[in-house]
């Protein structure tokens, strides 16, 4: 397991990741409305969607041998080596439009995705 942060100096080079202010506090909002505060956003990549891969969205409270912690402002991310594989580099905001609220990744390494942004191609 490796636990990173955004204030950490010994991160691999290109296997980070960064969680925006807004996705960092609706994290921070739902793992208190769970009455969790150990509650963390697990984000997954798996085969499948429109466009080869997709994202998945989950809250854990455990973080496995494979997983990278990363951490902003009282909220936290986990992800597992494989996805981190193909996530290395990406942002994760929350954004709230006229479609709705959402958590959306921001992924330098997909090539192509869906118009809804769920799923990608390397």
């Known amino acids: 397991?490796?636990?990173?942060?955004?204030?950490?100096?010994?991160?691999?080079?290109?296997?980070?990741?960064?969680l925006t202010a807004s996705a960092a506090a609706r994290i921070a909002k739902l793992a208190a409305l769970e009455g969790n505060p150990d509650q963390m956003l697990r984000l997954t990549v798996s085969g499948g969607g429109c466009s080869g891969f997709q994202y998945g969205f989950s809250?854990?409270?455990?973080?496995?041998?494979?997983?990278?912690?990363?951490?902003?402002?009282?909220?936290?991310?986990?992800?597992?080596?494989?996805s981190l594989d193909l996530l290395a580099g990406a942002e994760v905001d929350f954004v709230e439009d006229l479609m709705g609220s959402y958590f959306k990744v921001n992924n330098p390494n997909?090539?192509?995705?869906?118009?809804?942004?769920?799923?990608f191609s390397v």
């Open 1 to 18: 397991m490796s636990i990173l942060s955004e204030n950490q100096s010994d991160t691999p080079a290109g296997r980070v990741m960064n």
């Open 59 to 82: 809250f854990d409270t455990a973080v496995n041998e494979d997983d990278h912690l990363f951490a902003r402002d009282n909220a936290k991310m986990v992800v597992d080596d494989t």
């Open 110 to 119: 997909a090539a192509s995705s869906c118009g809804c942004g769920a799923s």
